[in-house]
Every structure is written in C-alpha cells, then in structure tokens.
C-alpha cells in the first residue's frame, strides 16, 4: 500500500516563502512522476506542479512560473515544493500526488493547509 504524507504548510504574510514536503511511503518511489495539486475554497483542484520519474522534467501551472520550485529526493522518498513571493491567492489546501508514468495520478496524500492573508 502506498501512502502520502505531506507537511510543511501554514500561514505566511505575502511575500513571504514556504517549503511543502511529501514523504511516499511503500511503492517504488523513484519510477512515480509527482506532482503537486492546490484546491482553494469554492474552486476544483487544480494542477501546480509536476516532476518524472525517470527524467525529473518538471512542469508548471502558469500561476506559480517563476515563484515555486519542485523537487525531488529519490534517497529520501520524498518531493518538495519551495514556494517564495507567496500571494493571496495561493491560499489552497495542497496535495501531494504520484503514479507511475501512462497510469495518471494513482496515489493522493490527504492535502496540507497554506494560507496567504490579503
């Protein structure tokens, strides 16, 4: 059984920076793309960040281009997200997520809160 625990979120004035960990437990870490999601109040989930297995390519929504940096610690387990020039309107509870490539996304943690005040 493969298990996601991510850590790391909170509260933060704009601007400021915030770094979201996900430890995967069991599975075969190191073959997952992971990738992270944010879903604010009243609003679906929405992609943010996305790192292979095999390549490390990364990916970006257009809304954190430049500001958040994903990560990945295969000796660890574990994938970051560092977030800096934190805003408003980032304020979402974020999961973590992973699968093996052409499976889509098979495994979900239970989400970290992060809030931005305006």
């Known amino acids: 059984q493969v298990q996601l625990v991510e850590s790391g979120g909170g509260l933060v004035q704009a601007g400021g920076s915030l770094r979201l960990s996900c430890v995967v437990f069991?599975?075969?870490?190191?073959?997952?793309?992971m990738g992270w999601f944010r879903q604010a109040p009243g609003k679906e989930r929405e992609f943010v960040a996305r790192?292979?297995?095999?390549?490390?390519?990364?990916t970006y929504a257009d809304s954190v281009k430049g500001r958040f940096t994903i990560s990945r610690d295969d000796a660890k387990n574990t994938v970051y997200l560092q977030m800096n020039s934190l805003k408003p309107e980032d304020t979402a509870v974020y999961y973590c997520?992973?699968?093996?490539?052409?499976?889509?996304?098979?495994?979900w943690g239970h989400g970290t809160q992060v809030t931005v005040p305006s």
């Open positions: 997520a992973g699968g093996r490539g052409g499976y889509g996304w098979e495994y």
């Open positions: 790192i292979g297995g095999s390549d490390a390519t990364r």
């Open positions: 069991g599975g075969s870490f190191s073959i997952y793309s």
